[in-house]
C-alpha cells in the first residue's frame, strides 16, 4: 500500500514558480497512475495534471493529461527510482492558490474526477500573491 506525502509549497509572487514534491512509501509505486489535484477555500477539488507509468519513460509526454487551466504552465514528472512525482509549476497566478494534493490510481490519465483515485496524500498549500 503507498502512502504519500506533498511538499514545497508556500508563498509566490504572481509569474513566479514553485515545484512540488509527492513522496511516496511502499513497493507499488510505478504501478499507479498518479495525479495532482488542488483545492481552494469555498470551492470543489479540481484535477490539475495526471501522469501514467508510461509517463515516467524517455518519451516526454507520454502518458501525461493536464487541466486547460495550468496547460502551458505546468509540467507533472515522476521518478519511479525516488518514489516521488512533482509538478513545476510555471507563471504562477494567483488563482493558482489552493491545496495541492497528491493522489494515486489505478486508471488512465484523461478520467479526471477524484473516485478514480484511491490514496491521497494530505496536501501542501501553495498561495500566490499578486
Known amino acids: 500500500q503507498v502512502q504519500l506525502v506533498e511538499s514545497g509549497g508556500g508563498l509566490v509572487q504572481a509569474g513566479g514558480s514553485l515545484r512540488l514534491s509527492c513522496a511516496a512509501s511502499?513497493?507499488?509505486?510505478?504501478?499507479?497512475?498518479m495525479a495532482w489535484f488542488r483545492q481552494a477555500p469555498g470551492k470543489e477539488r479540481e484535477f490539475v495534471a495526471a501522469?501514467?507509468?508510461?509517463?515516467?519513460?524517455?518519451?516526454?509526454?507520454?502518458?501525461?493529461y493536464y487541466a486547460d487551466s495550468v496547460k502551458g504552465r505546468f509540467t507533472i514528472s515522476r521518478d519511479n527510482a525516488k518514489n516521488t512525482v512533482y509538478l513545476q509549476m510555471n507563471s504562477l497566478k494567483p488563482e493558482d492558490t489552493a491545496v495541492y494534493y497528491c493522489?494515486?490510481?489505478?486508471?488512465?490519465?484523461?478520467?479526471?474526477?477524484?473516485?478514480?483515485?484511491?490514496?491521497w496524500g494530505q496536501g501542501t498549500q501553495l498561495t500566490v500573491s499578486s
Open positions: 501522469i501514467s507509468r508510461s509517463g515516467a519513460g524517455i518519451y516526454y509526454g507520454a502518458g501525461i
Open positions: 511502499g513497493r507499488a509505486f510505478s504501478a499507479y497512475t
Open positions: 493522489a494515486a490510481g489505478f486508471t488512465t490519465v484523461d478520467r479526471i474526477t477524484t473516485n478514480e483515485y484511491d490514496l
